[in-house]
């Protein structure tokens, strides 16, 4: 192992800046973050589609607020100095039914009904009922209907008023508005209907409201008679609930109004009623005389629910009886339904499971004269949209820069911001701000981004454990891949110690095995296995190997406590290894009849500050180190041959380990260097250094260098003489050959009077 093998020394980069967080971001983009990215895109374009699924979670939210702030409509009367219960209900009820006789009644008895309402003089009356059919209880249908009666009994019926006629004379003396169906289904519609005259504003409104095939009208004589016509289809939601009353539906190219609507347009005396549209859709509904009633785009009122008021209702025998005060159904909006369970009229609202449905129309009606209409205006849909876009965009790029623990606090922030946003809205405008989308939408992409997030860390750890496992202890693998930040990318400096081995005459070695280069393969791995695994269970990291050389260097991507020493301990311990290699193969040879070459190592170790991280090109790099502690230890390792000593230490290293058994060998400028460096070799750890032979062995050593360096050669010999013998028991008896061949050399050709004691290296 030679010098050459090592990068050429360089200086040491600087510590890279962290990147602008613009770049960061941009880097995010680019990376798996724009998938994530591409998703919030397609959720806001969901959003903007307004498909059903997400509509149904949106009202069943807006259900929940309906439920905790219901709307109370007598204070909103009394705000526009209104009496409480501006809409009545004349109740068809279950005593009603029992007392004049199940449903239908004759239209006769309907007729009287609306007699008695009309003596308390209402503004309008509307029934939520339809009378599609004649009355099969007329007399005269009677009369064809009994084939067992006699002449004279059919001529009698025959003479009876027709009881539609009669209801339809009342109608015409009364501001009544009939009741009408829509239905999926077509329904023949004669040339002589009547319908709701309704003025166009701002473009044809039929594309966006609803549409049926057909309307379930009353029978000519009494749509001719009535002052108008309504629709009390409520149209409930796929769950049943009914949160939007249709303002207007189309059939067939024709417009029909609602019920309650259509009770103020007579009751105002108005021949139309006004629907108002905008490029987006429809947006109000009006009769003149009142506030604009406003609509989602598809014409539907979105009503603010109040609880089920029993006080609303009066039953239909009291009225017939005469028994209800003048105060109650006077100067009111009067309606005619049900809440008979068998007629099939009980709905579900956000606020009750079960009122029948002719109180919708009755809120309606009063919400339209005291206010408080729920409304979706487009730029709180937009804001729903921008709304999901920020939070989005924040946490796609926030939460990889920030962390889970901030990001969770700042998604908190948006939902809790979101959610007071709506309910704000919703309390203090009655204006309906979707949270749940954005909300679920956030939580979601949060989700995606922490899982992203994770499996970008749990796949880094798995690249940091590919990389490094061959090299690193399975203890600092794992640590690595636990945090691989601490894995600086580009270089960083920091303080190593740095190993480099190599095999002496390998190549004498190999050339026993020319014509076995897998046995010599085996050879090198034999060698390679046990020294590998001591240095990484002393914290090393195996940086190359160069064929039978080793590098390796601690400190490095992990911290390790007394890096020095661990290298130290690791080199002792492939000394003791070699001997039990050497042992085995030694056996090996005796039993094949091959020649024995014992393996032995010389190492060099050195300590200081290196650049250490990520060397090479965007295509190719690996985790290795540089500077000039490493060129100097690589040298050092190649002086153990010169000194005749396993180990070469430079001081930076010798003083990190004082306890160990250390001896100085020189001062010396290694090849390529001009500044001197004093070398030592390792011949053992703390316990060694303990042993009252090192201690003596050693303190005449000093001495014999202090004689050495002061050029007293005499002396110098002699206390090599009497020293010998302590060196050759650690087995580097060779050192004082070496120095005996230099005071030889120098007292041929004496050094300057001012020599410092330097010895110049000629080799590597």
Known sequence: ????????????????????????????????????????????????????????????????YHRFSPADLNAALKAKNLPPRMAMVVDIDEESLAEIGQWPWPRSTVARLLQQINRYQPFAVGFDIVFADPDRMSPPRLAESFSVLDDKAVESLRGLPDTDAVFAQV????????????TPNKVPVQESAVRTAVAELGGNPRPKLLNFEGVVRNIPPLDQAASGRGLFSVNPEVDGIVRRLPAAVASDGHLYVTLGVEMLRVALGQSAVGLRSNPTGI??????????????????????????????????RDVMAGKVPPDVLGRRFVLIGTSAEGLKDIRATPVDRAIPGVEIHAMMIEQALGGGFLTRPWYLLTGEWVALLISGLLIIFLL??????????????????????????????????????????????????????????????????????????????????????????????????????????????????????????????????????LILSHKGTIDKYMGDAIMAFWN?????????????????????????????????????????????????????????????????????????????????????????????????????????????LDLIAVKGKKEAVRIFTMLGDETVAATPEFRAMREKHDRILAAYRAQQWDACEALMAENRPALEKFEIGGLYDLYAERIAEFRANPPPANWDGVYVATSK
């Open 1 to 64: 192992m030679t010098a050459e093998a090592l990068p050429a020394p360089a200086a040491a980069p600087k510590r890279g800046k962290s990147p602008s967080l613009l770049k960061r971001i941009a880097k995010r983009v680019l990376s798996a973050q724009s998938a994530i990215l591409a998703l919030l895109l397609f959720m806001v374009g969901v959003q903007a589609s307004d498909i059903e699924a997400i509509d149904v979670l949106r009202q069943r939210v807006f259900d929940s």
């Open 171 to 182: 109608l015409k003396t009364s501001r009544a508005v009939l009741g009408q169906a829509a």
């Open 283 to 316: 947006e109000s509904i009006f009769v003149q005389g009142l506030p604009a009633i406003p609509t989602d785009i598809n014409g539907r009122i979105l009503l603010h629910f109040a609880q089920h008021d029993p006080a609303r209702y009066v039953s239909a």
């Open 400 to 533: 990889p820069l920030i962390g889970a623990r901030w990001t969770v606090l700042m998604f908190g922030v948006i939902v809790a911001g979101l959610c007071a946003t709506s309910w704000y809205l919703f309390v203090g405008h009655k204006m309906l701000f979707d949270a749940a989308y954005p909300v679920i939408a956030a939580l979601l992409i949060y989700t995606l981004v922490t899982y992203a997030n994770y499996a970008k860390e749990q796949a880094e750890r798995e690249q940091v454990r590919g990389a490094f496992a061959r090299y690193l202890s399975p203890a600092l693998v794992e640590q690595l891949a636990q945090d691989p930040d601490r894995l600086k990318l580009g270089g960083e400096m920091r303080e190593m110690t740095l190993m480099f081995s190599d095999v002496r005459g390998f190549t004498t070695i190999s050339e026993q095995y020319k014509t076995d280069p897998e046995g010599l393969t085996r050879l090198i791995n034999r060698f390679l296995e046990p020294c590998t695994n």
């Open 556 to 664: 490095a991507p992990v911290d390790v406590k007394d890096h020095t020493a661990a290298a130290c301990r690791s080199a002792l311990g492939m000394f003791k290894a070699m001997d039990t290699l050497n042992a085995e193969l030694e056996a090996e040879a005796k039993a094949t009849g091959r020649k024995f070459n014992a393996l032995k190592i010389g190492v060099g170790i050195n300590t200081g500050i290196c650049c250490v991280g990520n060397m090479g090109s965007s295509q190719r790099f690996d985790y290795s180190v540089l500077g000039d502690t490493v060129n100097l230890a690589s040298r050092l390792e190649g002086q153990s041959k010169t000194y005749g000593v396993l180990t070469v230490l430079g001081e930076a290293a010798q003083v990190k380990v004082p306890g160990f058994a250390c001896l100085e």
